[in-house]
């Protein structure tokens, strides 16, 4: 089945400066990619998300790149700003069923 | 406010014993997923329904099982519980049989003794 992997683990960063998160996955046929953040204590959040038929999305100060060809995508977060700081999952769902499988999450910490 | 409630919030209960949790989607919603969150396995999906009809499963044990009825509310019910259970388990819903849509409930916090 798929197995998604995420790095790293733990992220600090200054205020304003830029922070990348990246996921490697093993199901050829996946075919949507999530990012979710979680603030402590509360539910994840959908921020940002990508299909396999675009290479890059951007919302703002996020954008999401998937690399087909070898298996990965990241988040790009830049000009970081403290309310950023929380933890980041990435998913993916393969292309033969509906389930979603995500990786082990990320905490950043934006430093002011 | 997602718009997706969960009862209880909080529920404490004892080795080998059974709960029920509760979800109602998001009015308009027609799909409902469950979600694992514990300190050494992470976040986990569990299962999903649409319309009533199970649609995928994910990491769910036997031990556990889950329905969605014709008003579409869902419950996710834990047997023979053990300490491992203990978790945040959230359920989401969405409008169509996607992920895109999702909206995450604010979880029911599950503590085995």
């Known amino acids: 089945g798929e197995n998604v992997e995420q790095h790293p683990s733990t992220l600090s960063v200054q205020e304003g400066d830029s922070a990348v998160i990246k996921c490697t996955y093993s199901?050829?046929?996946?075919?949507?990619f999530p990012w979710y953040k979680q603030e402590l204590g509360k539910r994840p959040q959908l921020i940002i998300d990508i299909r396999s038929n675009v290479g890059e999305k951007k919302d703002q100060r996020i954008a999401v790149t998937l690399n087909k060809t070898a298996k990965h995508f990241s988040l790009h977060i830049t000009e970081t700003q403290p309310e950023d700081s929380a933890v980041y999952f990435c998913a993916a769902s393969p292309g033969y069923g509906n389930k979603l499988v995500f990786g082990a999450g990320t905490i950043l910490r934006v430093k002011s | 406010d997602s718009g997706v409630t969960q009862t209880p919030k909080h529920l404490i209960t004892a080795t080998g014993q059974r709960v029920t949790l509760r979800c109602s989607p998001r009015?308009?919603?027609?799909?409902v997923y469950w979600y694992q969150q514990s300190l050494d396995q992470g976040l986990q999906f569990l299962i999903h329904?649409?319309?009533?009809?199970?649609?995928a499963k994910g990491n769910i044990l036997e031990r556990f099982s889950a329905q969605q009825f014709p008003d579409l509310h869902s419950e996710l019910n834990l047997s023979s519980l053990e300490l491992g259970d203990s978790a945040l388990y959230f359920c989401?819903?969405?409008?169509?049989?996607?992920?895109?849509?999702?909206?995450f409930g604010p979880g029911t916090r599950l503590l085995v003794l």
């Open positions: 989401a819903s969405s409008v169509a049989n996607s992920w895109e849509t999702q909206y």
């Open positions: 199901d050829s046929a996946s075919n949507y």
């Open positions: 329904y649409y319309n009533g009809e199970e649609r």
């Open positions: 009015s308009g919603d027609l799909s």
